[in-house]
């Protein structure tokens, strides 16, 4: 540790600096402690040694290396270690990855430096290398990267629009949380400025116009700049070269804000563009010059946009990552902003996109319950990976594509949401007629012109209606058309209309409100298109759940559940373990008193149940004579098939049919698409006509027949390992504590106040009538070596994600109510 150091010497290092009332300041690690016992412990702990490790590790490797630059561009390490190995041998070479013009090769000791310098002509392909020491830079504790500009991920909006009153605050929420912040609007308004007057330096009268999110009114924290620059083929390069351009001083002018966060802001910009300005490669004379006095005059598209490129990549400071794609449909310059981490797209001659944009915006001022769809149906298909290619291109729906399909959809609503592009244009006028590379893109130019809409649907409904209109939706014969507020169904009716000539038929088909001839989703795969078909199908359903409309403070509600990511196609949950004691009884018994809890207590079906390493099967759970004897009276003590006592093994799932029928009579329980042919359905009517349907999987070959159930029954138990698997249908953890209160008295058996008390909770939500259970889980019970039942309990299914709180409540419930079953039959 350097001398005065430890923090109790009196002499403190260059590095600390005192502060208020005792504290200090360790410039080095960039952080305060309160007092001098504090500065000692931090002197001596990882973080600090690791800086004080750091920084004579740099201080080194600046002794041994030098600074090169003057070879010809696409250089490469090898070429340079062939260069400098004969002068003295080499640790490391360091590449400027973005411009390729210069490069810090590092020696094995600073000897090579002294070799490297005094060495009079180095040359590579005969241009002669310029060698220079390294600048002696300080050592300063490494930014973190740039700004995090993004809005929360779903775990922190979940968290956010759990607090909301219903499902329209939380689709305001949405809109709030993932709009950009002040300070990052600013930021963006900042850097615009300064690409504006960049451009302008070169390319007098040019336009820069933002499009895209930035205008439509659906921005989002961290979205992308949409650029496009408007250039008249007369204009003239500014004389000056790339060096005499100085922003810094403009960018001095912006900086005069009074708000603190946003002076901060300014300064770090500041920073950064000295920094730029200050750095090695820019103190090397030989950057590639913009030639003086160029006009634009003949150059093909490719040219100018090559040449905009190299000013953005030279004369922007703190731009970097700058890099044209011109095999894009528009091609396209990307780039992205130092300091705040923004990117921005650069295109030229997309006067369509702007108009398209300001369309957009349109729709957003004419009813404000446009954004706050598009918002949440945006953040939906993120999380979903169904729209959003981060790098452009891909095979998902760009963010576009799926806002004209909100707008589509909300065309489509009676009374309409919003007109069709026909209805607006006739609505326009014809002062406002705009035609654009041949294209109408003629609507009015005043939002507030329109008459509101008579459609008074709530957010919440509007939302639950738009994955259904698109979950029925045959994407591959369709063209949704903004300009009719239709749809036009495939092949084309002879003749075809003139557009369709130029219109990329793909899977999933929607025409440009204005570019007719442009297919917006040209790009989507049939994969794509078939998973946007079953998310709207889940989400349809999510909508029309419970978890939708009840709010609820332990489980996600309302828009929550769609808006994270789905766990039955990803990632599966965490289970839980609950160790039950056997105490006197068998594991069979235990079992059974674990279903009666599971169905009866608490109205979950059963889907199938099995041993575990057999396949599923209701003539699954095998046990051995007197066992299986035992369990049989068991089974009659626990109230369970107690009419036929002979079928009970085998027809434990027509039990529990019946059971399911009698305790949650009005309960309609459907199980999804099953593909097992060998599977047998058993229709029942109940009280009030909703229909009980039971899947049994039950292979064939494993359907007992009569003279087989003695054989069966003896069979039974032989496993110690059995497996259910359970769908969970209400809400029936939560409240509880309520409706027991409002029992209380009227019901003194445990058991029946338990059911009494869900069904007082499902009741609560039988309107809905549930055609999808919150959850499927699966629970494995085996014995262990201590005589203990150990039930793992697995979320298979978790859509509502409501399974990590069902199984924190069972961890408690079941054990109390198993054994609460057990001692009232011992
Ligand atoms: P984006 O898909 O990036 O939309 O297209 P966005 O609203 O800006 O969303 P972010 O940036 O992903 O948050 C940007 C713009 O490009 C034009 C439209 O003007 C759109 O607003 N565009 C895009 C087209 O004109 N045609 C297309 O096929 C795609």
Redesign the pocket.
């Known amino acids: 540790m350097a001398s005065g150091e430890d923090g109790s010497c009196s002499q403190l290092s260059s590095d600390i600096q005192p502060g208020d009332r005792g504290s200090f300041r360790c410039l080095l690690c960039g952080i305060n402690v309160p007092n001098r016992p504090s500065l000692s412990d931090h002197l001596c702990g990882r973080r600090h040694t690791r800086m004080c490790e750091e920084r004579e590790k740099r201080q080194q490797q600046q002794e041994r290396s030098v600074f090169v630059s003057g070879f010809p561009k696409g250089t490469t390490e090898e070429q340079l270690k062939d260069v400098f190995q004969p002068i003295s041998s080499i640790r490391n070479i360091v590449m400027d990855k973005d411009r390729g013009l210069y490069a810090i090769v590092e020696f094995e000791s600073s000897d090579g430096v002294n070799a490297a310098l005094e060495v009079q002509d180095i040359k590579l392909e005969g241009q002669r290398l310029r060698v220079k020491p390294r600048e002696k830079k300080e050592f300063k504790k490494k930014r973190t990267g740039s700004r995090n500009l993004q809005p929360p991920d779903p775990e922190a909006l979940s968290k956010e629009l759990m607090h909301c009153k219903d499902v329209e605050e939380q689709m305001k929420s949405v809109v709030t949380l993932c709009s950009p912040s002040h300070h990052e609007s600013h930021l963006r308004e900042l850097l615009l400025s300064l690409l504006r007057e960049s451009f302008t330096e070169f390319f007098p009268g040019c336009q820069l116009h933002p499009?895209?999110?930035?205008?439509?009114g659906?921005?989002?924290s961290g979205?992308?700049l949409?650029l496009y620059l408007e250039l008249s083929e007369s204009e003239e390069l500014k004389l000056e070269s790339v060096k005499d351009v100085s922003l810094k001083e403009d960018i001095d002018d912006m900086q005069n804000e009074d708000v603190k966060g946003e002076k901060l802001l300014c300064l770090e910009m500041k920073e950064v563009q000295k920094d730029d300005m200050d750095t090695e490669e820019n103190n090397s004379d030989d950057d590639e010059n913009i030639v003086p006095g160029l006009s634009l005059k003949g150059l093909s598209n490719e040219e100018i946009l090559n040449l905009v490129e190299r000013v953005l990549r030279q004369c922007v400071p703190g731009v970097h990552g700058v890099q044209t794609v011109p095999s894009a449909?528009?091609p396209v310059i990307r780039f992205q902003h130092k300091v705040s981490g923004l990117r921005g797209?650069i295109t030229l001659n997309?006067r369509?996109?702007?108009?398209?944009?300001l369309f957009?915006r349109f729709c957003s001022d004419l009813d404000p319950r446009v954004s706050q769809l598009v918002y949440t149906v945006?953040y939906w298909a993120r999380v979903n990976e169904l729209?959003?290619?981060p790098l452009?291109g891909g095979p998902l729906l760009?963010?576009?594509?799926?806002?004209l399909l909100i707008i589509f959809f909300l065309q489509s609503r009676s009374p309409l949401i919003i007109p069709s592009l026909r209805q607006l244009k006739e609505m326009a006028g014809e002062e406002a007629t705009l035609v654009i590379d041949g294209w109408d893109c003629t609507f009015p130019s005043d939002p507030t012109q329109i008459q509101p809409s008579k459609n008074e649907k709530s957010l919440g409904c509007l939302l639950s209606e738009f994955f259904t209109f698109y979950s029925t939706m045959d994407l591959h014969s369709s063209i949704f058309c903004l300009r009719d507020g239709g749809i036009i169904t495939l092949p084309f009716t002879s003749p075809p209309p003139s557009w369709a000539e130029g219109f990329r038929l793909s899977p999933f088909n929607v025409q440009?409100p204005f570019?007719l001839g442009?297919n917006?989703?040209?790009n989507v795969s049939t994969k794509t298109a078939r998973r946007f078909i079953s998310q709207c199908i889940i989400a349809a359903r999510t909508c029309c759940s419970p978890v939708y409309r009840l709010r609820s403070l332990s489980r996600p509600w309302g828009i929550i559940p769609l808006l994270l990511p789905n766990t039955s196609e990803g990632s599966k949950k965490e289970g839980i373990e609950i160790s039950i004691p056997l105490t006197g009884t068998s594991l069979e018994v235990l079992i059974l008193a674990v279903k009666r809890v599971l169905i009866e207590v608490l109205l979950c079906s059963c889907v199938e149940e099995g041993s575990e390493n057999t396949e599923g099967g209701i003539g699954k759970i095998e046990r051995s004579g007197d066992e299986g004897e035992q369990a049989m009276s068991h089974m009659e003590a626990l109230n369970i098939g107690d009419d036929k006592p002979e079928l009970k093994a085998e027809e434990l799932n027509e039990i529990e049919v019946k059971s399911i029928k009698e305790s949650c009579g009005r309960k309609r329980e459907s199980v999804e698409e099953n593909q097992n042919e060998n599977k047998r359905r058993k229709i029942e009517d109940t009280n009030d006509n909703a229909i009980v349907i039971k899947e049994m999987t039950i292979p064939e070959q494993n359907v007992p027949k009569k003279g087989q159930k003695a054989k069966k029954i003896k069979q039974l138990a032989k496993e110690n390992t059995t497996l259910m698997r359970i769908n969970v249908w209400h809400q029936v953890w939560e409240g509880r504590r309520r409706q027991r209160r409002s029992k209380f008295g009227e019901i003194t058996k445990k058991i029946e106040l338990e059911t009494a008390v869900s069904h007082a909770l499902s009741s609560e939500t039988v309107d809905s009538k549930p055609c999808k259970p919150l959850m499927q889980i699966t629970v494995k019970t085996e014995l262990t070596k201590e005589g203990n039942a150990q039930l793992h309990l697995t979320p298979e299914v978790d859509d509502y994600h409501c399974s990590t709180n069902f199984l924190h409540f069972l961890k408690v419930f079941l054990p109390q109510m198993v054994h609460e079953i057990l001692n009232s039959h011992s």
């Open positions: 499009f895209g999110s930035s205008v439509n659906f921005e989002i979205c992308d949409d449909r528009r797209d997309n369509l996109a702007l108009r398209n944009s957009l945006r729209a959003g290619n452009g760009n963010n576009y594509a799926l806002t440009d570019e442009h917006v989703c040209s």
